[in-house]
């Protein structure tokens, strides 16, 4: 599951951070307060109160006005604020029903506030209130009902603005205001209304440098071939569209292999066959294409020698992908959760020298051979939950000499002397997580095989 968590670690940096809550200054409210920012998630209010936090040398640099009804912000709503502000102030007023921002709301903190969350409120224009924000990086309107982009107030924010999370629902036509937003870095756009965008539209893109680029959550059936001119992109998400490619060409529309990306998320979408990825994003290192309609793996496409980390859970794979011994050689991580997957023969691990992670969870896994995992000397995590394996396998036993989790939630076990090939198996290097027990007899796994299978009670049998 780490792993999960590291692919999609850098999706959730800027989601939010924590911080000690410590009642060490008064707010003179609900809102609780620690030496690093005041927290207000979900105290029902409905404007930004008023702080009083005189006397009390603090240096905040997050505000958390999440889940409450506000819906306007007025004039000098921050003032009570001035002069306890880091000058790295993160705001977020997510969840809230804000429709109006007043234009001096931020009085007082126009060169502090450095990155602000509006997601999922009620504004159908970018309020002129942002542009007074003079140090800001990063704004995100996600989930707001945004109708127009403002020209003017998107060249005034192209000072500064690096990071811009934004719904397009009301779009059909791809804005033409992003190329006033010149240094920007990361675009992240949810619910593009159209299934295409047209390389007209989409053009100037090309003239930005852009290095993270997401557009997903919309309904898009054919790849936007602009994005083939991005050269400087390393990070790419089209997950959640619609996208149906029967044939491996997908990415064939750019003529030239895209050199810098590393990153690639194709999730939820209904791919029916592995695109030829290799062969335009020859430096892949990650790539999700989990959630999607996959049942084969062809062997003839481009090999992705960078490949570290692949993620092909929630597909309709029946067998191990035997094309990926070719197609990702230098693989660590692979996740095969919630397939089809029916048995692992001893030949479709063998190649993965660098495997350290594997997931087999949530399959109908009924055999796993012995041999399974000889040549995979440093893995070191494997999932086998919820399978329907009846016993523990003695793939196991040629792990023992490192160490090693399996995880065995779930299983119905069947302890008996088919279990004599762990005889050798050490205990204090495999741990076993999940709790697995035997149902006949009715103990646990490691109790078995301490008390019966290297107590040697098979062998006098
Ligand atoms: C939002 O705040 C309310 C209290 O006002 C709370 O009961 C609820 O759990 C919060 N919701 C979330 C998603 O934080
Ligand atoms: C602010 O807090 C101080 C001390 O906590 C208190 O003496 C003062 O009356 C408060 N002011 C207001 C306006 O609430
Ligand atoms: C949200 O604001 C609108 C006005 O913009 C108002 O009609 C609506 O009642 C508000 N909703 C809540 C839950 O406060
Ligand atoms: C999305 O576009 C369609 C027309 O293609 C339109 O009927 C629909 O109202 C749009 N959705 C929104 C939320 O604007
Ligand atoms: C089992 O592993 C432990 C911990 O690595 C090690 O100290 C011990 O010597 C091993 N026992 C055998 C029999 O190899
Ligand atoms: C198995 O043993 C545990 C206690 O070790 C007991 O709580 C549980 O009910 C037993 N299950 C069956 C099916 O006998």
Known sequence: ???????????????????????????????????????????????????????????????????????????????????????????VISHNNISVMEDTCFKGLEDKIFRLDLESNNLHAIPMAITSLNRLSELSLMFNPIQVLDINILSRLGHTLSTFKLTLEQFQRWPSGFRYIFGLDSLFISKYNSTSIKISDFHYMAN?????????????????????????????????NSFTDRTKEFFDVCHTPQRNLIFLFMQSNHFG????????????????????????????????????NL????????????????????????????????????????TFSHLENVFFDHNPLEYLAASSFVRNTVLHQIDLSDTKLLTVPCALMSLS??????????????????????????????????????????????????????ANACATK
């Open 1 to 91: 599951m780490g792993i999960r968590i590291l692919v999609l670690v850098y999706w959730l940096i800027g989601v939010g951070y924590s911080f000690l809550l410590d009642d060490v200054c008064s707010t003179g409210n609900v809102c609780s307060c620690s030496q690093h920012g005041i927290d207000c998630d979900g105290k029902g209010l409905t404007e930004v109160p008023a702080f009083n936090i005189s006397g009390h040398p603090i240096d905040i640099s997050l505000i958390l006005l999440k889940n409450n009804t506000i819906s306007i912000l007025k004039n000098n709503a921050f003032s009570s604020l001035q002069g306890h502000v880091n000058s790295m102030l993160y705001m």
């Open 208 to 240: 930005m440098h852009l290095r993270t680029l997401a557009i997903s959550n919309s309904p898009l059936e054919e790849f936007p071939v602009g994005i083939c001119d991005i050269n400087e992109l390393t990070h790419l998400d089209i997950s959640k």
């Open 273 to 308: 066959v592995f695109p030829d990825i290799g062969k335009t994003f020859p430096a892949i290192r990650i790539l999700d294409f989990s959630d999607n309609n996959l049942n084969y793996i062809s062997g003839e496409l481009t090999p992705m020698p960078a490949l570290e």
């Open 311 to 350: 993620v092909l859970s929630s597909n309709n794979l029946v067998h191990f992908p035997s094309a990926l011994s070719t197609l990702a050689p230098n693989v660590q991580t692979i996740y095969l959760s919630r397939n089809k997957i029916v048995d692992i023969g001893n030949a479709d691990l063998m």
């Open 401 to 454: 000499y490192h160490s090693i989790s399996a995880y065995l939630y779930d299983n119905t076990l069947e302890c008996d002397c088919r279990m004599s090939c762990l005889s050798h198996i050490n205990l204090s290097k495999i741990s076993f997580t999940g709790h697995p027990q035997c149902t006949q007899p009715n103990i646990s796994v490691t109790d078995f095989i301490t008390n019966v299978i290297q």
